[in-house]
């Protein structure tokens, strides 16, 4: 994830990390609990472990909802800031999939 500019209450367990690629665990107990405010430092794949949703807040008083299904991945480039958030009343966790390195 990189560039964190605030602490979270979810918790980050890193499975793989060499020098292409960095996967890490990212498990929210309960509802509320968060990341911490970061920047994404490169590109990476998020597949959800559960089904429901995730709070994202973007910084400018503005708070989106992304809805999620278990499995089904999706990708962002570098530069994304974000806070995410569990929106959920159930204690939910994806896997981050971050490229270290370009092709």
């Not at 911490?36 to 998020?46: F, K, N, P, Q, T």
């Not at 994202?56 to 278990?70: C, F, K, P, V, W």
């Not at 530069?79 to 204690?91: K, L, S």
Request: aromatic content about 10%; charged content about 25%; hydrophobic content about 35%.
């Amino acid at each position: 994830m990189c560039a964190s500019d605030s602490t979270g209450s979810a918790i980050p367990t890193v499975m793989i990390e060499n020098e292409r690629t960095r996967v890490t665990e990212w498990r929210f107990k309960s509802r509320g609990d968060n990341t911490g405010w970061h920047r994404h430092a490169y590109d990476y794949i998020v597949v959800p472990l559960f089904d429901g949703v995730l709070e994202i807040d973007l910084g400018n008083g503005e708070r989106t909802t992304a809805t999620l299904q278990s499995g089904v991945p999706y990708y962002r480039e570098l530069g994304v800031e974000h806070d995410v958030i569990n929106g959920n009343d159930f204690e939910c966790a994806f896997v981050e999939i971050e490229f270290l390195q370009n092709g």
